[in-house]
């Protein structure tokens, strides 16, 4: 993924002020609830893992760590759980150091115990052991995987049976007039902005065509239950009319039993 890898490098450390522009400021509302909406660090995930030291997290493509250290203090702070351990895999090392970097601001940043940063392809999560996850994570990086079946693939690998998927990613708009006054923002306002506040207009540019692409609400989660997930209820919520989306898929509990 060469341009990939180097839009992410290039806007590594302007990381904030991308999904600023990207989202008219609200990313870190969207953040904040879908982080809530999981509620990470309750007494146990599911009925088939109580587990006392906490859960165990995978954050792919997070390599800022904005999501992982939102998930350590809900589970810190809401729940009482300071057990709970975030790794973050990103296949992008500028934005692992960014993360790294930022990591020192917060509460964590002397205990590695608590989270791990590790370079990873989201497609060959080959360093994270079948049924170990019980929650995998990903924000605003699907969209930018070349494999994304693939990637889903490894995410349902990964997870314990019972085991969460939770994805929160730009998605489509459901309002015809809003679709419009969106669109006409994100291809003219959004890469100008780029070129402003990072000198880096192709970078934004391509960001705004990976939303352009990415599948629909509906055609996304039918690609989460392809590779096995059962989901719940109509299988996402739109955020702010659909400019983004959380979706989310349980690893069955049933099929790990039919197979031991």
């Known amino acids: 993924m060469p341009k990939v890898g180097a839009v992410f490098s290039s806007v590594a450390s302007s990381y904030d002020n991308m999904n600023d522009a990207m989202s008219l400021g609200i ?29 165990n997290i995978l954050d792919v493509a997070g390599g800022t760590g904005d999501i992982a250290f939102r998930l350590l203090d809900h589970a810190d702070k809401i729940n009482g759980n300071k057990s709970t351990k975030v790794t973050v895999a990103d296949i992008n090392t500028s934005m692992l150091a960014e993360g790294k970097r930022r990591s020192f601001d917060t509460p964590y940043g002397a205990s590695s115990e608590r989270f791990d940063f590790v370079e990873a392809n989201s497609e060959h999560l080959q360093s994270i052991p079948s049924d170990s996850v ?16 693939a990637a889903l693939r490894e995410a349902y690998r990964v997870l314990k049976p019972g085991g969460l998927f ?35 207009r192709d970078s934004y540019q391509y960001l705004v065509e990976s939303i352009e692409k990415f599948p629909s609400q509906t055609e996304f989660r039918d690609m989460i239950k392809a590779v096995g997930f059962a989901v719940p209820g109509e299988g996402f919520e739109n955020l702010t009319g659909g400019i983004a989306a959380i979706h ?13």
């Open 166 to 200: 939770a994805c929160l990613e730009f998605s489509k708009v459901n309002n015809d007039l809003f679709n419009a006054i969106y669109k006409r923002w994100s291809f003219s306002a959004i890469p100008m902005i780029g070129q402003l506040v990072a000198a880096d």
């Open 248 to 260: 989310k898929g349980v690893k069955p509990i049933a099929s790990h039993r039919e197979k031991t």
């Open 27 to 55: 990313h870190r509302l969207w953040k904040d609830y879908f982080v809530r909406s999981i509620n990470p660090g309750t007494s146990f995930v599911n009925k088939s893992h109580r587990d006392p030291v906490g859960w």
């Open 134 to 149: 019980d929650l995998y994570t990903v924000a605003f990086g699907i969209r930018n995987f070349t494999d994304k079946p």
